[in-house]
């Protein structure tokens, strides 16, 4: 059984929270992966900036950034649990690009945790080029969840064709 927990840091944790962790779970079922203990933090570009500063030595806002981890620890019964690390979201740069992409919030929210998620699982890509086989997955496994949705309906609207 995998397990997400969701946070938020300089804004208030949205009311669409459980949304997105049961998301992240559908993700962790489709591609293969148990007993993971993921972590997802939300925030503003303030705080993903610090950490692109930080981390990768970028003095700009990103839209996400995964913290590989992979370790393992055991649990309450002595079971083996998997800390694959961290997925942070800049929220404000989701809108952005949402914007600047003629697309919906709420995919481009699926697709950055989906991004995060693969990032985690060990796979990387050299380019935005989107015939990445990284990429290509991404959109790939976006494409087959399409029907789920984070966003409560009047948001999962915004910046998209409406």
Known sequence: MNRVDVGAEGLEPPSWSGALESFALRVLDFIGRDNWDLSVLLCGNEKIK???????????????????????????????????GDIVISLETLREN????????????????????????GMDHASNDENEPM????????????????????????????
Request: glycine fraction near 10%; charge should be negative.
């Open 135 to 162: 990429l290509k997955l991404q959109e790939n496994l976006l494409e087959r969840l399409k029907g789920e949705c984070v966003l409560p309906l009047e948001e999962a609207r915004a910046g998209g064709e409406g």
């Open 50 to 84: 610090a950490l692109n500063i930080q981390y990768r030595g970028r003095n700009e806002a990103t839209d996400v950034l995964s913290f590989e981890l992979g370790a393992e620890t055991a649990d309450e019964e002595g079971g083996a649990r998997y800390l694959p």
């Open 98 to 121: 949402a914007r600047r992409f003629e697309t919906s919030e709420d995919e481009e929210l699926r697709r950055l945790l989906i991004h995060g998620i693969l990032h985690l699982d």
